[in-house]
């Protein structure tokens, strides 16, 4: 980490503002597994392939495109960013967060992560939306260690990691909109295997409502660098253990497209009232 490091930030962030124009993001959102459709949802859209960015590598996920789109949401500019970066992949903390501090340099001030995750509350009835309240990082990665990284703090404060209001407003528009909406903590862990039940019960223990595989790094970054974070849960699956089925990728992308027209609108409703 350090000057290369922050160089390399420099260098990316520089690649999409040449390809954003006139356009000043205020938003990015992060979209997790079979969420791809909320990018479909942006007006005047400009596509960047992530290989055209300097440090992104092509995720490897199934269910993520590859690409930044750019536009605007209920009239607000932001980005979307259609695929992210797993540590399951093989990829570095910093790489996981490096979208994250790019936002941060073209001037966003919010950032909206999404996720596919395991159901662990038992009053869960995938598929669901989970309002994330806060997590716990059981993935033993944290993309802030190492020399502080310019525009970085180095004590960022985690005590509200997903801001307050921005739940409030949520809330409301789910309301508003007569969509189910949950409110939980969120359990990272490292995978790319899916929990065994003796794991699901010691997170039960720990007090998780929900156990996934990303969202943490970025919301970790970006509190770093001030910014506000809200983070939705797609509650695909109930977690081993809990039943009989037998847990499957394709289930949790088949899952995620059931509520991505409502995550969508949730995220509009609450972009509206920023």
Do not use: W
Request: glycine letters at 12%; charged letters at 20%; aromatic letters at 4%.
């Amino acid at each position: 980490m350090g000057a290369a490091d922050s160089d390399l930030i420099r260098r990316a962030a520089d690649a999409v503002a040449e390809r954003l124009g006139s356009l000043r993001p205020r938003v990015a959102i992060v979209l997790g597994s079979g969420l791809g459709a909320v990018a479909d949802a942006v007006q005047s859209a400009t596509r960047i392939p992530q290989s055209a960015i300097p440090g992104f590598p092509e995720p490897g996920a199934p269910g993520h495109k590859g690409e930044l789109v750019a536009g605007t949401l209920a009239g607000v500019p932001l980005l979307v960013q259609s695929g992210r970066f797993h540590l399951y992949e093989g990829h570095a903390a910093e790489v996981v967060a490096l979208p994250t501090r790019v936002f941060a340099r073209l001037g966003v001030e919010t950032l909206i992560v999404t996720n596919a995750a395991g159901g662990i509350r038992h009053t869960f009835r995938p598929p669901t939306l989970m309002l994330i309240a806060d997590h716990i990082n059981l993935m033993f990665r944290n993309p802030l260690v190492g020399p502080v990284v310019e525009g970085d703090e180095r004590f960022p404060d985690m005590s509200d990691p997903y801001d307050s209001g921005l739940r409030a407003s949520a809330r409301a528009v789910a309301r508003a909109e007569g969509i189910p909406l949950e409110e939980g903590v969120y359990a990272a862990l490292l995978g790319p295997s899916f929990e065994t039940p003796a794991e699901i019960r010691m997170l039960q223990r720990l007090g998780a409502d929900a156990v996934g595989m990303s969202t943490v790094p970025e919301v970790i970054a970006a509190r770093a660098r001030g910014m506000r974070c809200l983070g939705f849960s797609s509650v695909t699956n109930v977690a081993a253990g809990l039943s009989a089925q037998k847990l499957s990728h394709v289930e949790v992308l088949e899952a995620g497209t059931q509520v991505a027209g409502q995550l969508e609108r949730l995220i509009t409703g609450v972009i509206k009232g920023l």
